[in-house]
């Protein structure tokens, strides 16, 4: 079993949003003594969720702005991290837009920006941070996919979303692969519907309720769903398990 240092980091991309699940996930793995890592697109938040981890939790935090489709601002970002904190155990790729465009109507515009931020953004992090693992002998990947990218989409996530989503799994498993001999592990997590404001806003109860008619379980998921089953993945405990998809969608997918 590959043992964790005693001080160890990780690196949430896509944790400033205040009511999204990087920012609840963040929170969560401090609380285990994980030191974190915040790389959005809003720097200042960014740097925000990391200095109220720092307060509430007493562990080491640090903020970073950059794209995550920008493949030179997420290894500047990376780099600053690195710097700022102790060794990065684990990278968990949150960062991710909505796309409820019909596929008729889908322009190759769309079309890029999805898959620019929600797939390429996911490579570009992961390859930066498994450089350093890959030196440090230890590491884990978890990615955040959807269960749209099994069942196809719903409202918010049509076309695009879905074929990139997809495309983290087939991503995650070849990597996984690959670096396993490095004593690296690399994950997907796949959520059905979480109570968030990805999908433009807060949602109703009545909304709620009618998407959670889908799975099998009275409820859809909240932020901490997801954060739970990111700190299995990313736990010295789970150095057996790789090149999966959890799927935490209250039994709306069961394959
Ligand atoms: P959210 O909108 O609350 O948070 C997304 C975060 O990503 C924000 O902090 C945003 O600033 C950041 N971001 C967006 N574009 C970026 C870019 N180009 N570069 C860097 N950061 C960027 O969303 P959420 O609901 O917390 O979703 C988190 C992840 O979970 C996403 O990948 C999403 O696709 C996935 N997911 C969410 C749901 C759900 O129902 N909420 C379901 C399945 C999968």
Redesign the pocket.
């Known amino acids: 079993m590959t043992v964790f240092p005693e001080s160890r980091t990780v690196v949430l991309?896509?944790?400033?949003?205040?009511?999204?699940?990087?920012?609840?996930s963040a929170h969560y793995l401090a609380e285990r003594g994980w030191n974190v890592g915040i790389?959005?697109?809003?720097a200042e938040?960014a740097k925000g969720v990391a200095e109220e981890i720092a307060l509430e939790h007493g562990v080491q935090a640090a903020g970073a702005g950059?794209?995550?489709?920008?493949e030179a601002q997420v290894r500047v970002a990376f780099d600053e991290l690195e710097g700022a904190l102790p060794q990065i155990v684990a990278l968990v790729?949150?960062?991710?837009?909505?796309s409820p465009v019909p596929y008729l109507e889908v322009t190759p515009e769309e079309w890029n920006r999805v898959m620019?931020?929600?797939l390429n953004?996911v490579h570009y992090a992961t390859r930066r941070a498994v450089e350093s693992m890959v030196k440090n002998g230890v590491g884990r990947v978890v990615s955040?996919?959807?269960?749209?990218a099994q069942r196809g989409g719903g409202t918010?996530?049509k076309t695009p979303?879905s074929a990139a989503?997809a495309g983290i799994i087939g991503f995650s498993r070849s990597v996984a692969r690959e670096l396993g001999q490095n004593g690296i592990t690399v994950n997907v997590i796949?959520?059905?519907?979480?109570?968030?404001?990805?999908?433009g806003g807060t949602l109703t109860d009545e909304r709620k309720t009618a998407m959670a008619a889908d799975g099998v379980l009275p409820r859809?998921?909240t932020?901490r769903d997801?954060a739970a089953a990111i700190a299995y993945l990313i736990s010295e405990d789970a150095g057996f398990v790789t090149g999966q998809t959890l799927n935490v969608d209250g039994g709306l997918y069961m394959h």
């Open positions: 991309t896509g944790a400033a949003s205040p009511r999204g699940i990087g920012r609840a790389i959005d697109l809003d938040a950059a794209d995550v489709s920008n790729n949150l960062a991710g837009v909505s620019n931020i929600n953004g955040l996919a959807s269960v749209s918010y996530s979303y989503k796949s959520p059905g519907p979480i109570d968030t404001d990805i999908m859809i998921g932020p997801i």
